[in-house]
């Protein structure tokens, strides 16, 4: 692995590798001593539009492992500064562009390695941190069916999609059905309750502006815990840490994103780590 622009040019046991490394990289994490020697001498950029999660989880994941970050924000032509920076020699560059063909172009002749931090259609560190926070709390990624609900972050739904079916596992994706601007992949149901029922974990993707609340969530605050009561029970739950009841919005106690964001850096760890080894 030369690159990382999207987990569907990857194989279960390219995937597998990924997570079992970003499992022992996890312990750096939560360790009060982070520094691992797996990047001494390596030079990280990171091209973003603004600071994120994402930008954040990169330039510590450099850091842990003893290597030099460089984020780079708001770059007017992302490109041409992607082609700068692996002239003036950087080892990895990771690019963030809503463009999915800037990585993929740039890719096919730099000498850096790329990783894809986010595109139009694909978020493969992203996703790979859902799939490891899920592993943890389910005891592997097998014979389980996820539900996403939201209909904002939807670069998501191809990689988990094929991920999950790598592991013999489904992604069911909910929308009413006069949401007539989000485009259908996958397996995808516009009954709520039939959504919910039997799922093993939900990830919320988020509302895009002006998307009502109560269509997507069955709530005006988050997901109504009555429907996330006809999933498994103690279901973890991705992307919110929120649930809505009669009484109003409450923590809900088996959301994972805490999880999920150590998991992050772990991910972006192992990535870093495993094209370096390949470059």
Known sequence: MKHLLSLTDLNKEQITQILEVATQMR??????????????GSVVAGLWKKPSVASTAFALATSYLSGTSLPVLGADDMLEQCRALDNMGVNTIVVSNDNDNLAKSFSAR?????????????DPIGVLADLMALQLKLDGLTNISV???????????????????????????????????????????DNIDAAFFGADAVIDLGLSSFSDPTKYYGASGGIAEELIDKARIHCPLLGSRIVVDKAGIKEYAYSIDNTRQSCYVAVAMAVLHLLQKNN
Do not use: H, M
């Open 27 to 40: 312990r750096i994490v939560l360790t009060d001593y982070k520094k691992g020697p797996q990047l001494i």
């Open 147 to 189: 539900l996403a609900v939201g209909n904002r972050d939807i670069n998501k739904i191809n990689e988990l999609n094929y991920c999950l079916q790598l592991f013999d596992s489904s992604l069911v994706w909910y929308l009413p059905v006069d949401d007539f601007v989000t485009p259908r992949r996958g397996i995808v149901l």
């Open 110 to 122: 730099s000498r850096a390695g790329v990783i894809n931090g986010g595109s139009g259609q694909y």
